[in-house]
DNA sequence: AACTGGGTAGAGCGTTCGTTCTAGAGCGTG
DNA sequence: CACGCTCTAGAACGAACGCTCTACCCAGTT
């Protein structure tokens, strides 16, 4: 009835992976509306017709899979490195660490692939919005855990998991702007400062 | 020689200031590349012509004079609040407050002009990252120094400066996306916690 | 009265956009 | 072998894009 081929070769990923990636990489670097269907088509070496048949709800739906793509990525990086030290404060500032590293070697293009995705396309676009939304949330709902984990009260590990997501958010956005590291370190810093002074 | 007449009256502003201000309107909530030259001259009342006369570098151009705007309009909140308060864990406070207030009356569509406007313009338009890079530093020049006034020591507050700004920025996008002032709430109670623990 | 130049006006250029559409390749099932 | 189905292929459409261009208006100067 149905065959799984799906190969994980970097290279031999099914046509439709293909293009969330795709999407998901050039809408990171140029914004939503900065990326072409065709673009995309290109240089996810597939054709319109694929594009189209796969997400028949055109570009918006293109968008909404790109931002749940950036979400689950960054997902996975989040609980490892939240998963890794025993001491929230140290994960977050070995974070902004691990971030300010990829910026860096991205020559300062990549930055939140979801950012980049939703800004701008919230009037026209709340599907987009509301993934976006949900992917703010869901890493939020991690770092709260991990705060909770720690010992830390509820009401403090649900507001701190504001503070950090945003914060991140936020030196990301400058690091990439300053082309330089200086934002994330210092919310590093600031933010490992501020979880301790909760103990 | 040279007359001046420029009336301050909110629709006599001159063709230019009416050029700029447009533009910084709609791209903070369009984002630069969703926002056409065309739609411009129709919404700022002028023409084709007109918008290539004052800005005889195009789009490009207009980004960048948006920005500046943009830069120039947070900046005197910015200085204003900062004054009014001779705490400076206060001051942030209320400024996320404020923020909060101004993105719920825009039903969430007006965050900051600089971010929407620079996100996504970096590999093509060198000179909008510029001028966003510089918007960062002059507000985060204006906290460090009412940090200075209010006796923090030099590098506490240069690095406590970063912080501010950034997770300012970042409050706000969690804000818009979230469509919920939680993110901004947190973040000022966070931020006003962290520079009073440095006193 | 003639000239000058900053500013206004918008038709039109070539290109690209998102999307639609028809045609066909490849393949497991009747 | 023919059928149906998923997926590939890309030409074509109308609309919008950024930008160029010529023509014109009109105050100030001579």
């Known amino acids: 009835m149905k065959k799984r081929p799906e190969p994980q070769h970097s290279d031999a990923l099914g046509t439709r992976e293909r293009i969330v990636r795709t999407t998901s990489r050039l809408m990171q670097r ?6 072409g269907i065709k673009q995309i088509a290109r240089e996810a070496q597939a054709t319109l017709g694929s594009v189209y048949h ?3 709800g055109g570009k918006q739906e293109l968008g909404t899979a790109a931002v749940r793509q950036g979400d689950a990525e960054f997902a996975d990086i989040l609980e490892k490195m939240l998963a890794a030290e025993d ?4 994960a977050v500032l070995v974070l902004t660490k691990v971030l300010g590293e990829g910026l860096e070697e991205s020559d300062w293009l990549d930055g939140c692939p979801v950012t980049s ?3 701008g396309t919230a009037v026209d676009s709340p ?5 976006a939304a949900e992917a703010f949330a869901h890493w939020r709902a991690l770092v709260a855990e ?3 984990r720690a010992g830390f009260a509820e009401k403090d590990a649900k507001e701190l998991a504001y ?4 914060a991140l958010e936020g030196a ?8 330089s590291t200086q934002p994330l370190d210092a919310v590093g810093q600031h933010l490992a400062r501020l979880i301790r002074s909760y103990r």
């Open 30 to 35: 140029q914004g939503y509306q900065g990326t």
């Open 117 to 119: 995705t939703v800004v």
């Open 127 to 131: 599907g987009i919005q509301e993934a």
């Open 172 to 179: 990301e956005m400058a690091a990439q702007v300053a082309r």
């Open 87 to 90: 001491d929230p404060a140290t």
């Open 163 to 166: 503070t950090v997501v945003s």
């Open 146 to 148: 991990a705060l909770l």
């Open 54 to 56: 796969f997400f028949p």
